[in-house]
């Protein structure tokens, strides 16, 4: 949720996908169905929701892992970014989050306040032209292909730490 | 008007050249999501195909309850309905 805050703030022209639960939640409701957010309910009309939004020239913020990572497992990215992207973006433009300490990690009480003040560090990573992902292929092989090469490349860089 | 046969073999064309299964794997019994990998996203793309393939209209709600490729071919034997 954070996170969401944080690039919304720093990109102009940009929508994001949202989980649908906070469609419903009475408190967030009102804001996301104002907002013009993209519904993450796997569908067609999501599909083509994102994808209009994308051809509207407008970026999409979609954080495809869904949560925080937790120190240690493997990551997983859920498809549909990938998905999405095949059908109608031109690039992605990764962005690497870390946080330190961690707060606000998954499994750990929101309480339990650090004693350091957390420090929050946004990267933002190459453009990745999607083109030749596309190919040929037909849609579902290419966001699967690109959907890994997504995953080595988070893992990779956030594993790694910062630039400086 | 297809057969069961017919939509079994245009199904199985489709999940090997959308998704590159091995024909192999995609028998009646196997599951879409657990066996064959396949998810709701994916699903969109198999849906478009198979009414391209078969001319008939479908929408994601008739699939709602699909778990297996048995499933799949019997939901889109009704919808060709007689």
């Avoid at chain 1, 699967?144 to 956030?158: P, S, V």
């Amino acid at each position: 949720m954070c996170d969401v805050i944080f690039l919304l703030g720093f990109s102009r022209d940009s929508c994001s996908i949202v989980k649908h639960q906070l469609f419903r939640n009475a408190f967030t409701a009102l804001a996301v169905s104002q907002s013009g957010y993209v519904k993450n309910e796997p569908t067609e009309a999501m599909i083509e929701h994102a994808s209009n939004v994308l051809k509207s020239g407008q970026s999409l913020i979609v954080f495809p892992q869904g949560t925080r990572s937790r120190p240690g497992e493997a990551m997983r990215f859920h498809r549909g970014a990938a998905a999405i992207g095949i059908r109608a973006a031109d690039f992605i433009t990764p962005v690497f989050i870390w946080c330190t300490p961690v707060v606000l990690g998954k499994g750990q009480p929101w309480y339990r306040v650090p004693a350091r003040r957390p420090h929050f560090v946004l990267q933002i990573g190459e453009d990745l032209p999607l083109a030749p992902f596309r190919g040929e292929r037909p849609g579902p092989v290419a966001a699967r292909q690109l959907n890994q090469h997504l995953i080595e490349l988070y893992e990779a860089r956030i594993s790694g730490g910062p630039l400086h | 008007m297809q057969s069961r046969e017919q939509i079994y073999a245009l199904v199985r064309d489709a999940l090997a050249e959308l998704f590159e299964l091995e024909p192999a794997r995609i028998t009646l019994d196997a599951h879409l999501n657990d066996d064959l990998e396949i998810d709701s996203i994916d699903a969109v793309d198999l849906i478009d195909r198979l009414k391209k393939a078969t001319g008939k209209k479908m929408s994601a709600d008739d699939f709602r309850s699909v778990r297996t490729v048995n499933d799949l071919v019997l939901t889109i034997e009704r919808l060709q309905g007689p």
